[in-house]
């Protein structure tokens, strides 16, 4: 099995960190990486808030519903939350119309560059645990993240307290298709 395959295998959501900071120089591989996303005509429509604070990341943390999120308490605890934004009208556009079906390509490219991060950081020593359930709204005010742009994920991110075994993934055959669905 290659190196990456390993990197794919081996990444989970981790939501309980280490108490130890992340060095700035792996930090800032963890967002070169994104650098390197391939997005929408290279429009690289992500913007990335990295908060260290704790009264930011408790402001963050305010934005998940009480109950029901397990990432909740990774939010103040993880030494570092990448808030990933995404500029509006800009990937899948041409001339200022949208060119797909789907119109705004920002999710798509957003993911890429999120994937991208969580397997830098995995193959840094680092966890990380994407979190989409909160009020991004409120979150986008916390974070001063101004009109044009939407904030998307909260990545908590650090060194895992914990090794965790894989879930059950569905077999090949289950979800691939051969020239017809």
């Known amino acids: 099995m290659s190196d990456f395959m390993e990197i794919v295998k081996g990444r989970r959501s981790v939501r309980k960190y280490e108490d130890r900071d992340i060095p700035e120089e792996i930090l800032e591989q963890v967002l070169e990486s994104v650098r390197w996303a391939p ?7 992500w913007e990335v808030v990295v908060v260290k604070e ?10 998940l519903p009480e109950k029901g999120n ?8 993880a030494p570092v939350v990448l808030a ?12 200022e119309r949208a060119t797909t079906k789907f119109g705004d390509w920002f ?9 991208t991060l969580c397997l830098a950081a995995h193959s840094l020593g680092l966890g990380t645990v994407i979190v989409g ?5 409120q979150g986008k005010a916390v974070l ?3 009109e044009g742009y939407e904030l998307v994920a909260y990545i ?5 307290a914990k090794k965790t075994e894989a879930p059950k993934r569905r077999e090949k055959d289950a979800f691939v298709h051969m020239n017809r669905f």
């Open 39 to 45: 997005s929408w005509a290279n429009t690289q429509c």
């Open 54 to 63: 704790p009264a930011v990341k408790e402001g963050l943390q305010a934005t």
């Open 70 to 77: 397990p990432a909740r308490s990774a939010m103040v605890k």
């Open 84 to 95: 990933l934004c995404g500029k509006l009208k800009a990937s899948g556009y041409y001339k």
């Open 107 to 115: 999710m798509f490219d957003l993911g890429i560059a999120a994937q």
């Open 133 to 137: 359930l909160f009020d991004h709204d």
């Open 144 to 146: 001063g993240v101004p």
């Open 156 to 160: 908590p991110m650090g060194y895992p």
